[in-house]
């Protein structure tokens, strides 16, 4: 299957969704303090996504091979990767947190994460949270018509590194519109191959996890969780973002 391109009316309905989505992050952030369990982050961003029209994408996601996704949103905690399942665990001063929120408004998916910095936090771990959002600039910053999605992965990798940092190889970005993950697949590392060239219309997410050790990871119990295999920590950001006839356009923002 080829990478689709979107219609004018698909691109208008998913920078509608991917402004919500940017929305829902900017309510949730003021929550995320020392004290507040993930459950009640997953509480609130579930009601004000369903207040505002929309449906949370990850509630019953299902992908082969393991169980559907039993929560609203991700929280991914620490040495957690991604895919954290909202639960009473409390975030603590010195935390950091990815919340990936991934809402569905009018058929169409809106996916972003940030990883907030739980009250006062170590300085290898904010450069860490701080390094890994410019990971995903630079990403971004080499999306452009005629490029290619090999480039995405090396700019992220001739940033990162210098800093030592492992890059998780077994995840990556993903195409994006009515359907969640779709293609192409996107490394955010350098994987000696050029892949598809870009087009006009073409919509995929970025969104880079950066550890302070190793890249490997290994899965729970739960068929969710992803956690580094060394205990190191770990951050991630993401954006779904659009090439247009100049460069790229970043859909998930409020500004
Ligand atoms: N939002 C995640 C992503 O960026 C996917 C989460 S799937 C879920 O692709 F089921 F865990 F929610
Ligand atoms: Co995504
Ligand atoms: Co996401």
Redesign the pocket.
């Known amino acids: 299957m080829a990478i689709q391109i979107k219609t004018k009316e698909e691109i208008a309905g998913m920078r509608k969704a991917c402004r919500l989505a940017a929305e829902l992050l900017n309510y949730i952030e003021p929550f995320v303090v020392p004290g507040v369990s993930t459950e009640e982050l997953d509480r609130l961003c579930a009601t004000w996504t369903e207040e505002h029209g929309a449906i949370s ?2 509630l019953g ?1 299902k ?1 082969e091979g393991t169980f559907p ?1 039993p929560k609203s949103i ?1 929280t991914s905690i620490n040495d957690v990767v ?2 954290g399942i909202p639960s009473a665990e409390i975030l603590c001063e010195g935390d950091i947190v990815n919340l ?3 809402v569905k408004l009018h058929g169409f998916h809106g ?1 972003t ?1 940030r990883t907030f910095l739980v009250g006062k936090v170590s300085e290898e771990a904010s450069l860490l949270v701080s390094r890994t959002k410019t990971a995903m600039e630079r990403g971004i910053a080499a999306v452009k018509p005629g490029a290619y999605i090999g480039d995405i992965g090396k700019a992220i990798e001739a940033y990162v590194e210098k800093f030592g940092y492992g890059i998780v190889t077994d995840f990556g970005g ?1 195409g994006i519109g009515r359907v ?2 779709e293609e192409p697949f996107i490394p955010h590392y350098d994987t000696g191959i050029r892949g598809a060239m870009l087009k006009p219309g073409m919509i995929f ?1 970025v ?1 880079p996890m950066i550890t302070l050790g190793t890249d490997d990871v290994v899965i729970e119990d739960d068929g ?1 969780t992803a956690r580094t295999i060394d205990g190191s920590l770990t951050a991630q950001f ?1 954006h779904t973002v659009l090439v247009t006839e100049k460069g790229v356009e970043i859909l998930t923002k409020t500004s």
């Open positions: 994408a990850p996601y992908q996704f991700c991604c895919h990936d929120v991934t996916d994460s993903h969640f993950h997410t969104e969710w993401e």
